[in-house]
């Protein structure tokens, strides 16, 4: 089976870079010496990278057609080679689920979902083309524990830990492998996303849980209000390296402590128990 030749041929394609998680991992793997094909929604974020010399290309996961476009111009540049791919892109709708609109979820799931399976799917032909790749997901610690009030980010992690399961069962004996990232506080603009989605979809007045909404609408205004246990993103980059250059890179990659304490709890305890404890968190 085909492996990875050269330094020339570790090339990865990873999708919201514009901040965050994102552009950490792509500005790390490029001082790694890795060939970074960093995306982005907005024109304007390209001149970061390009200042620094990494290939920024136009991505919108709503959009097929830049999706497409984004894949075929990655080939272009390497001879139709791609070593890894890293959806990232992604973005919190908070909301109890009897407010959440068909719109705003579909919306969720456009973005985090749908475009992240559309461009997995256009990559997989070629890594099994060429033998080798890696697909790293960004999942979350709420791909496995649900909390109030983030039902449409919870269930479109839920489906990208679905979706990652099975494509690992399917592309088995491939040499690509698949593996899910799965952090919890990381410092990024997931909270200020978060709100602009919040204020956008969903009417605190005609809601059942204004009380809760006032409260959250407050957090989300609070100036330098970090969540316990809060990391910077290079404790994702770390995982990132890991599931790119081990030889058996590992299934699951969990992310600060919440993430650790919740996948043992679920483990040891009654679903009842577990769900006493993130009625309390959430």
């Known amino acids: 089976m085909a492996k990875l030749a050269n330094s020339d041929n570790k090339t990865i394609l990873i999708t919201g870079s514009s901040t965050g998680i994102g552009k950490c991992v792509a500005q790390g793997l490029h001082q790694r ?155 990024s603009e997931f909270r200020s996303n978060a709100y602009q989605a919040f204020q956008q979809h969903i009417v605190i007045d005609n809601s059942v849980h204004r009380e809760r909404y006032q409260k959250m609408t407050e957090r989300f205004e609070a100036s330098g209000n970090v969540q316990p246990f809060t990391l910077p993103p290079e404790a994702v980059l770390k995982r990132v390296v890991h599931a790119l250059e081990s030889k058996r890179p590992k299934i699951r990659y969990p992310v600060t402590f919440p993430t650790y304490l919740f996948a043992w709890l679920k483990r040891v305890l009654s679903d009842r128990m577990v769900d006493r404890i993130l009625g309390r968190v959430g």
């Open 33 to 187: 010496g890795y060939r970074v094909f960093a995306t982005v929604r907005n024109p304007s974020d390209r001149a970061t990278f390009e200042a620094a010399r990494i290939e920024c290309l136009l991505l919108d996961y709503c959009d097929s057609a830049s999706i497409k476009l984004a894949v075929e111009q990655v080939l272009d540049k390497t001879d139709g080679h791609l070593y890894a791919l890293f959806n990232n892109g992604a973005y919190g709708q908070p909301g109890a689920c009897e407010d959440l609109s068909r719109e705003a979820i579909r919306q969720q799931f456009e973005t985090n979902v749908f475009g992240w399976m559309e461009l997995t799917n256009l990559v997989i032909p070629v890594m099994r083309e060429q033998g080798y790749g890696r697909i790293i997901q960004n999942s979350s610690i709420l791909g496995f524990a649900a909390m109030s009030m983030r039902g449409a980010y919870n269930a479109s992690k839920f489906a990208i830990e679905g979706f990652s399961d099975t494509m690992r069962l399917e592309l088995a004996g491939t040499g690509i492998h698949v593996s899910l990232i799965e952090p919890g506080p990381i410092e």
